[in-house]
């Protein structure tokens, strides 16, 4: 079949399963994007982090991952339509960022005063 052009176009078979292949239903939890998504924001998050207790110390390196999950979160994030459940992520985020800028000051101070530095 054809396209005709008039008033406004019939489109092929074709045409119908290319505008809607990008659209198509959501699949729930097996959406292979949804899947994809969740591998990301696992993938992102050390997984030292989730057994972190307050008798561990934390090094620069590991201050490092945390600000990479965080910013990849945040890129994904940002990008959600504005609402309460993006809103409290990011203030998460936000939070847990801050927290880690704080701690990569006091360790660099630290590191500052060392007598490895002189």
């Known amino acids: 079949m054809s396209r005709?052009?008039?008033?406004?176009i019939t489109p092929t078979a074709e045409d119908?399963?290319?505008l809607r292949g990008p659209f198509a239903?959501?699949?729930?939890?097996?959406?292979?994007?949804i899947t994809?998504?969740?591998k990301v924001l696992k993938d992102a998050v050390p997984p030292w982090l989730a057994k972190l207790s307050e008798d561990q110390e934390l090094t620069g390196p590991r201050l490092d991952e945390i600000?990479?999950?965080v910013a990849t979160r945040r890129q994904i994030i940002e990008v959600l339509p504005d609402?309460?459940?993006?809103?409290?992520?990011?203030?998460a985020l936000e939070k847990a960022g801050d927290i880690v800028a704080e701690?990569?000051?006091?360790?660099?101070?630290?590191?500052?005063?060392?007598?490895?530095?002189a």
Do not use: C, W
Request: hydrophobic share 40%; net charge positive.
């Open 4 to 8: 005709r052009i008039s008033q406004s």
């Open 16 to 18: 119908i399963a290319l």
């Open 25 to 33: 239903a959501p699949k729930g939890g097996g959406d292979p994007l």
């Open 36 to 38: 994809e998504l969740r």
């Open 67 to 69: 600000n990479n999950a």
């Open 83 to 91: 609402g309460k459940a993006r809103n409290d992520a990011l203030a």
């Open 103 to 117: 701690m990569n000051t006091e360790l660099s101070a630290i590191t500052a005063f060392s007598p490895a530095s």
